[in-house]
């Protein structure tokens, strides 16, 4: 990543109306404050610092950290100030009730997320930002020498994917791609891709998976105010310029805000959740570090939904009757987060044998990255596993976008005789953000 056209000083400097009275960088309380009654030692509790703390980083990933005995909230990081505030009065609320330190302050506050992973007490950092700034602080992060758990989609774009794996494996970093349905929901999932794993459905003939549609462009977008707590130009990052849009960051809002429908930031409801069910279909094809060869379009004719082909001639579609749903020769498996069915039921009583392939690790997907983070070994979402999963998103994107039939090569990760689409691989980074 180059940044040289953006100093520190610049940068701050830049924010600094915005920040007015929110940035600070207090000291944080001694450790041993934090683990009086002795369950933890201060020596093995993981500092962590979150970049991104709206809707999922602060409601979902600080909450959820914080309650570790084993975890130590240390700073969090956003381009907003009053989410900025809220995570760290939720963060220093929680520590002054269990140090029994009213005045407790200690969880740092920093709209530059380079300032915080300058920070040597931060093992492992939470990426919680918009999908189109996913590749540059985890690439960063690995440079610095942290661990890294990101949201998922990986990437925006497939070579960005790829220019994180290639960081993550340089510095030996653990990475941990948000993908929790490998881990949780009662291993619904695991167990699906166990069972087709060992062929108790026989030979697969087909999968179909249910997820949403793509993105679309910002055009319609009517320009409004920039609020004053917010950088717009730093939410912006790498992404082209345009006015700013309570549409895609509102200041208000109970649900999830809506910047995943826009192609510019993310990939639509195409890889928003297809980030987790495609994850699944690639898990269960043992094809965690490859993909499909063929993505085509529908076209109201013989292809009625769009398909995936892979180098075995088996078909994956978009669309169907559950979130995965994996049709063999012998029965079929439906899975979605509430349940696991099959046809006929009996599948589902199948017993795996110690030489068979085992997949479910029966620990829930945060707690899977920080035994990795002291073992150093790899997640069960590792950084590769992360990138072919967004990379089947983006491929379906692409040929949604263009509306032709695409020959992919999931080794090179290129279009086969097709540059026009091979141009979409990436694009350029508005400056000074460079992956």
Known sequence: MRSNDLTRRGFLKRTAVAAAGVVAFPAIVPASALGADG??????????????????????????????????????????????????????????????????????????????????????????????????????????????????????????????VDAVRRYDRVFQTGSQQRSEYDNYFSRA?????????????????????FPIDTYSLPPDPVPSTLDWDAWLGPAPWRPYSSELCPMNFSGFPNWRGYRDYAGGGF???????????????????????????????????????????????????????????????MVGRGYLRADPPQILQAKLGP??????????????????????????????????????????????QLNRRLKWDPAAERFVGDEEANRLLSRPDRSPWEV
């Open 271 to 333: 890889s928003d959740f297809g980030a987790h069910h495609l994850d699944i279909a690639q898990w269960a094809l043992d094809m965690d570090g490859g993909g499909p060869v063929e993505v085509i379009p529908p076209d109201g004719k013989d292809v009625k939904r769009m398909t995936f082909l892979y180098a075995n001639g088996l078909p994956m579609y978009h669309g169907g009757e559950s979130d995965c749903v994996f049709h063999g020769t012998k029965g079929k498996i």
């Open 39 to 164: 369950s933890v030692a201060p020596s093995n509790r993981i500092g962590m610092g979150f970049i991104g703390v709206g809707k999922l980083g602060r409601e979902s990933h600080v909450e959820a950290f914080k309650h570790r005995e084993d975890v130590q909230v240390i700073a969090v990081c956003d381009v907003e100030s009053e989410r900025l505030g809220k995570a760290k009065n939720a963060v220093d609320t929680h520590y002054a009730g269990r140090a029994d330190r009213a005045g407790y302050k200690g969880c740092a506050m920093y709209r530059d997320f380079r300032e915080l992973l300058a920070r040597p007490d931060i093992d492992a950092v939470c990426i919680a930002t918009p999908d189109h700034w996913h590749a540059i602080p985890a690439i960063a992060a690995a440079k610095a020498g942290k661990d890294i758990y990101c949201e998922k989609p990986m990437t925006r774009f497939i070579a960005d994917g790829r220019a994180v």
């Open 193 to 213: 891709a166990e069972l087709v794993r060992n062929k108790v459905i026989g030979d697969l003939t087909s999968i179909d998976i249910g997820i949403g549609g």
């Open 355 to 400: 030489n068979d392939m085992h997949l479910c690790r029966h620990r829930d997907h945060r707690s899977d990255f920080l035994e990795c983070v002291r073992t150093r070994s790899r997640c069960i979402a590792d950084v590769e596993i992360g990138h072919r999963t967004s990379s089947v998103c983006q491929l379906g994107n692409i040929c949604n």
